[in-house]
């Protein structure tokens, strides 16, 4: 089992937990977001927030690679966690099966490789070409 943040720029964790909250109505876990207040009040939110998961295995979701979430996480992580992983470029399907596949009691190791290919990008003409070839055989 893991604990899960989102940690972003602006309000954006707290809109992808929102969203969130339409699937898995109870949805427990934790937003860090920096906003104008500045860089060191958003270290002691993350500081406070991974220590209070103290010993736990931690997923962190933030919305840019080596971005200051993902920065501030890693080291933040690197000092509590008992293990830990962080996703940069968050969005709602990763999320959605991180969640899912935590219900499941699947460990954070299991789970890492399924979040990327759930959330990876694809195009409309992407999956109508998967569509097309599966069709044809």
């Given at each position: 089992?893991?604990?899960?943040?989102?940690?972003?720029?602006?309000?954006?964790?707290?809109?992808?937990?929102?969203?969130?909250?339409?699937?898995?109505?109870?949805?427990?876990?934790?937003?860090?977001?920096?906003?104008?207040?500045?860089?060191?009040?958003?270290?002691?939110?993350?500081?406070?927030?991974?220590?209070?998961?103290?010993?736990?295995?931690?997923?962190?979701?933030?919305?840019?690679?080596?971005?200051?979430?993902?920065?501030?996480?890693a080291k933040c992580a690197g000092e509590y966690a008992k293990e830990f992983e962080i996703i940069a470029g968050v969005n709602l399907p990763c999320l959605v099966e991180a969640v899912n596949l935590r219900k499941q009691q699947q460990s954070l190791k299991q789970v890492v490789?399924?979040?990327?290919?759930?959330?990876?990008?694809?195009?409309?003409?992407?999956?109508?070409?998967?569509?097309?070839?599966?069709?044809?055989?």
């Amino acid at each position: 089992m893991y604990e899960i943040i989102i940690a972003s720029h602006g309000p954006l964790a707290s809109a992808m937990k929102e969203s969130l909250s339409f699937f898995f109505p109870e949805n427990d876990l934790y937003t860090v977001e920096i906003d104008q207040s500045g860089i060191e009040k958003f270290q002691d939110q993350m500081q406070a927030t991974v220590e209070q998961l103290q010993g736990q295995s931690i997923l962190i979701f933030t919305d840019l690679l080596y971005g200051t979430p993902f920065n501030v996480a890693a080291k933040c992580a690197g000092e509590y966690a008992k293990e830990f992983e962080i996703i940069a470029g968050v969005n709602l399907p990763c999320l959605v099966e991180a969640v899912n596949l935590r219900k499941q009691q699947q460990s954070l190791k299991q789970v890492v490789p399924q979040l990327l290919t759930a959330g990876a990008l694809s195009t409309f003409t992407q999956q109508a070409q998967l569509r097309t070839n599966e069709d044809d055989e």
